[in-house]
């Protein structure tokens, strides 16, 4: 059974920092793409980062590019995503995904991606 759990997330005021992390089990995490989405209240749900395992070609959102880094950690079977400098527009739940076999051009398109985790809240407040 594969199972993607996110944690990492909480409270933060602007200009901080967090760092998520993606643990997947029931699946060899370097056959995949991991991506990162974000969902604001009533908006859509949106791609953020993506890693492909068996490079290490990543991609970015403009809105987060120099500010977020996506990583991966092959031993623990886990994705990270370091977020820095954060405003209150990157306030959402984070989710991780994953897709066969890599994040590709279209890595932003989340009905490509085949297994979802259940998301941590990331909140961005003074």
């Known amino acids: 059974q594969v199972q993607l759990v996110e944690s990492g997330g909480g409270l933060v005021q602007p200009g901080g920092s967090l760092r998520l992390s993606c643990a997947a089990s029931?699946?060899?995490?370097?056959?995949?793409?991991i991506g990162w989405f974000r969902q604001a209240p009533g908006k859509e749900r949106e791609g953020v980062s993506c890693?492909?395992?068996?490079?290490?070609?990543?991609y970015y959102a403009d809105s987060v590019k120099g500010r977020f880094t996506i990583s991966r950690d092959n031993a623990k079977n886990t994705v990270y995503l370091q977020m820095n400098s954060l405003k209150p527009d990157d306030t959402a739940v984070y989710y991780c995904?994953?897709?066969?076999?890599?994040?590709?051009?279209?890595?932003?398109?989340?009905?490509?991606?085949?297994?979802w985790g259940q998301g941590t809240q990331v909140t961005v407040s003074s």
């Open positions: 995904a994953a897709d066969i076999p890599w994040c590709g051009s279209e890595w932003y398109q989340k009905g490509k991606y085949d297994y």
């Open positions: 029931g699946l060899t995490l370097r056959y995949y793409g």
């Open positions: 890693i492909t395992i068996s490079d290490g070609s990543t």
